[in-house]
């Protein structure tokens, strides 16, 4: 199987965790982890005031 | 739930059909591969995964966007809201989802930032602007055609008049008789003046006008002698009434020195006069009733100060009064609230979004369930940029963020402790 299709897969079984919101611990490289961001309310520099929403992202903390 | 090295190589080896040293194996070597990419470019470009960049000896790591989006499934679509936007109501048929389309931010993760020490929400602008129902609009539209009748008044009298009374219709037949009508007559004034210009008419209409407007110059019977009576009748009747008033009040004040000034002629007038045994008998039996006996002139007083008493107004209760806000949404019956049935969308209202799923039964079913507790449920559809359909519901309709918090507290669980407020739009 060449190297191509070995990222393949690698990248396949990464990307299925975490759309899963599991977290993925990889020696070497890092950890990959879906962290919760509550909504908020900020203001900006001209006075507005929003309201961010809610927002699932994926975050990496490297290894090294 | 955590996927750690070894089951990786597990899984790995499980896909590559092979064991799972060589699996070990040739994760390491995918791992080198992309730090060695990052050391010498500086950037790793992982396609359905991210991206890798190298700064200040770190390596940091963009998500691809097609994986945000699968990630991010639940909130995707969603941009920052501004509270300040007035209301307006939204068609019966409208669904909150087309708010949410145009407000999707690329960057809504570099945006959303967790500010929980910030104050509570302001108060929605209740402003709402009567863009179409303009109560001045007619009053502007109509000033014109005001200004037009007073200044044309003195030229055009009877051409202005023919307009406004039948009576005169004869003499508007008579101009259209003259002279071909012109077209431009009901618009434009100097134009309607011009083909009306007497030269053109017989000697008998001119006549007839002359008599008509020398009729119209006298006072009409009927309009000016109303209008006269009405002014006098208002002071004539003020002076009746005055004249009365006084006319009791001296009269009151005649019965008071008459008392006075002869005590005992009022005493006869008494109707049972009581006799002095019967006036002992009632002073043992009873206490001394001095008033019965003789009557002073305290009772005359009592009738003289009632007036006084009646002319002081009744003390109005005071009405605890509204704010406009208040006052306005009341008038405008807005179905705010957490619970009743959803009537009506209202657009620029806050929802609290409780449910956010890809199955559109399921959410069917969540909406159901909601309406069966009571609450005011609305289910819509977006449409994400994968073009994958999320479809979520909301419960409550709010004028404010601080109204929807503090609905979405009374909420049970997992409702109060997973939701989000989005604004309808």
């Known amino acids: ?64 | 739930m955590k996927l750690n090295h070894e089951e990786f190589v597990r899984l790995l080896a499980r896909a590559l059909d092979s064991d799972e040293e060589k699996a070990a194996r040739d994760l390491s070597d995918w791992v080198d591969s992309v730090l060695d990419e990052i050391k010498n470019s500086g950037t790793c470009h992982l396609e359905g995964l991210g991206t890798f960049r190298e700064e200040d000896a770190k390596i940091f790591f963009s998500p691809d966007e097609t994986l945000s989006l699968e990630i991010n499934y639940k909130f995707a679509g969603m941009g920052p809201i501004e509270i300040s936007e007035p209301l307006r109501r939204a068609e019966s048929s409208q669904d909150p989802e087309k708010t949410e389309q145009p407000d999707a931010p690329k960057d809504l993760p570099d945006t959303a930032e967790t500010d929980s020490d910030k104050p509570p929400a302001e108060e929605l602008d209740a402003t709402r602007e009567p863009v179409e129902d303009d109560p001045f609009a007619l009053d502007d539209a109509g000033e014109p055609e005001l200004e037009f009748e007073t200044e044309s008044e003195p030229e055009f009298e009877p051409e202005a008049e023919t307009e406004t009374e039948p009576e005169s219709e004869p003499e508007e037949g008579a101009f259209e008789k003259a002279d071909e009508p012109d077209p431009e007559a009901e618009t434009d004034p100097d134009s309607s003046y011009k083909p009306l210009s007497y030269p053109r008419l017989s000697v008998s209409q001119k006549k007839k006008i002359e008599e008509e407007r020398e009729s119209e110059k006298t006072p009409a019977p009927g309009s000016k002698s109303r209008s006269n009576r009405l002014v006098w009748l208002v002071p004539v009747a003020a002076v009746l009434i005055v004249a009365i008033l006084l006319f009791f009040h001296f009269d009151g004040l005649r019965l008071d020195r008459k008392h006075a000034a002869d005590p005992a002629a009022w005493q006869e007038q008494e109707p049972a006069p009581v006799s002095p045994e019967e006036q002992v008998v009632t002073a043992q039996d009873e206490e001394p009733a001095v008033h019965e006996l003789v009557p002073g002139p305290e009772p005359v007083e009592e009738v003289a100060a009632e007036p006084d008493v009646d002319i002081t107004p009744d003390p109005v209760e005071d009405v605890p009064s509204l704010p406009l806000d208040q006052r306005i949404d009341e008038l405008l019956d807005l179905p705010y609230g957490l619970r009743g049935p959803e009537d009506e969308v209202l657009i620029g209202a806050y929802t609290i979004v409780v449910h956010s799923v890809r199955n559109e039964r399921k959410s069917e079913i969540e909406k159901k369930r909601l309406e069966n507790r009571g609450y005011k449920a609305t289910r819509w559809s977006v449409v994400l940029p994968n073009e994958n359909v999320t479809w979520r519901v909301g419960v409550g309709q709010f004028k404010s963020v601080s109204d929807a918090q503090i609905a979405a507290e009374e909420l049970p669980e997992p409702y109060r402790s997973n939701n989000f407020i989005i604004r309808i739009r």
């Open chain 1, 1 to 64: 199987m060449t190297n191509d299709k070995i990222a393949q897969r690698i990248i396949a079984i990464l990307t299925g965790h975490l759309k899963k919101h599991q977290q993925v611990q990889i020696n070497g490289l890092g950890t990959f982890a879906v962290e919760h961001q509550k909504q908020a309310q900020k203001q900006e520099k001209d006075g507005r005031i929003i309201i961010t929403p809610p927002a699932d992202v994926l975050v990496f903390k490297s290894g090294k």
